[in-house]
């Protein structure tokens, strides 16, 4: 009752009890239209914390010394500095400033997340970044093909060349006596490259972005019949039946899967006691404090119940399918571009995409699960906007991939079946099965009870 006669208390209330998201905003900020929600009772489950609400110099926006450095340096550039007078020297500086000045803005004009640690400007960036690689992306598409992997080996010379197609579709035995190096199994230790590290690796990372692991198994072997779907237009998803189930799925996968689901859960049991720097009166106190800046603010498990209603269903299936988009994509983008599977931009594209879908499964997740939540994520949006424009400068430049063949009449008809059976069972079960729902009547004591609460 008093928080209905004083807003300010139920709001006093709702920033006392935000405490269970891994970076939340800290409560002395003023939260942004995204975060609002995000500082709500319904996510507060974590009673192991603790934050004394001290705030350092360090977490300010600062965006008048900001805008005073931006000036200073444009203002060198424009009277201090000539210009070389080589033409693509100047327009790579020029637009390397730019995208430098836009990532300033970012940092300190966009709305905060729902991260906080190690710094709240640190998501921000991210958010900035991910908004930068789309407009990169939108610019290829206004660009031939060859124009565009020319524009690639401007970035680097070793590039504008197609690169080698790999298969792992050769010697499937499982066993074979007559392998040359005497081995056994030394089809198996053939296939054993650095990719296996990085399969168990990502999938670790994915277990703690999406914290489910029934929704990386799944998503695990759905990965698996895209690749049998999809070899005749990469060579490199021909594997082994047994590189598919067992290297991949059973081993590599389920190892990081299960992992990552131990970490999310000792994550969720983790004490959380923050002090202020200047609160703690011992040096080594002050260390691990440091060293704990790095570490998560607080963690949420994630309870999708996707068959809770049909908001929550339709933010779980969106969210594997961009999950399942992404990694699709990143092949493709490979092969149009002509970037070879070890260059280091594939690496940099993993830099941008991971931080920005660990934000972007937290704002999908809260939109599903907080009734409250009426705006959906900056991150996930922007995240979508990068899958669907990836797919489009693929379709673009991917004459060549189409020559290759087509795909097998029966992953057509698998997957047209499993489309139409997804969309007709969603449409049953969440819009036509409710009208037949007969609804059970109250007992004399359960009306009465409604009578009493003011129903």
Same mark, same amino acid.
């Given at each position: ?36 929600? &995000? ?33 200073? !340096? ?58 930068? !690689? ?37 010697? /499937? ?78 081993? /590599? ?76 994509? &990143? ?16 690496? !940099? ?79 049953? !079960? ?26």
């Amino acid at each position: 009752k008093m928080a209905e006669a004083n807003p300010s208390v139920s709001r006093v209330r709702a920033t006392s009890q935000s405490s269970q998201d891994s970076h939340e905003t800290p409560v002395p900020q003023i939260p942004s239209p995204t975060e609002s929600a &995000a500082n709500s009772e319904w996510k507060h489950t974590n009673a192991n914390f603790y934050d004394d609400g001290a705030i350092s110099f360090l977490w300010r926006r600062h965006t008048l010394l900001m805008l005073a450095l931006g000036i200073g !340096y444009l203002v060198y550039v424009a009277v201090g500095q000539e210009t070389s007078g080589d033409d693509f020297t100047d327009a790579k500086r020029g637009l390397a400033v730019a995208a430098a000045m836009f990532l300033m803005v970012g940092v300190t004009q966009f709305n905060d997340g729902p991260f906080q640690r190690p710094h709240p400007a640190l998501w921000r960036l991210v958010l900035a970044i991910s908004v930068l !690689y789309w407009l990169a992306l939108v610019f290829l598409i206004f660009q031939s093909p060859a124009r565009a992997r020319q524009l690639m080996s401007y970035l680097d010379p070793t590039l504008g060349v197609p690169p080698i197609q790999h298969t792992y579709a050769e010697r /499937c035995e499982l066993i074979d006596p007559e392998h040359p190096s005497g081995n056994v199994f030394g089809n198996i230790l053939e296939k054993m490259d650095i990719f296996v590290i990085a399969h168990a690796l990502g999938w670790f990372v994915k277990a703690l972005i999406l914290r489910s692991a029934v929704l990386c198994h799944i998503l695990s072997v759905v990965f698996e019949l895209l690749e049998y779907t999809l070899q005749f237009h990469m060579p490199n998803f021909a594997e082994c039946w047994w590189d598919h189930w067992l290297l991949d799925v059973l081993l /590599c996968n389920a190892a990081g899967i299960v992992l990552g689901s131990w970490t999310c859960q000792w994550l969720t049991v983790k004490e959380y006691r923050w002090k202020g720097f200047w609160n703690i009166n011992t040096y080594s106190g002050r260390m691990k404090r440091i060293v704990a800046q790095f570490t998560p603010y607080s963690w949420m498990s994630f309870d999708w119940h996707a068959l809770a209603d049909l908001r929550s269903w339709l933010c779980t299936v969106l969210l594997m399918f961009m999950v399942q988009g992404l990694d699709v994509s &990143a092949f493709y983008l490979k092969d149009v571009l002509w970037v070879p599977a070890n260059h280091i931009f594939n690496i !940099y594209r993993l830099l941008v995409i991971t931080p920005a879908a660990a934000v972007a499964s937290r704002e999908v997740y809260q939109y599903a699960r907080d009734p409250s939540c009426v705006r959906f994520g900056q991150q996930a949006w922007v995240l979508i906007f990068v899958l669907a424009t990836e797919m489009l400068v693929s379709y673009k430049f991917g004459a060549h991939i189409s020559e290759r063949g087509t795909p097998e009449p029966f992953w057509v008809m698998f997957w047209i079946s499993a489309l139409a059976a997804l969309v007709g069972w969603t449409i049953i !079960y969440f819009l036509i099965f409710p009208l037949f729902r007969t609804r059970r009547p109250r007992t004399d004591s359960e009306s009465s009870d409604v009578v009493k609460k003011g129903q």
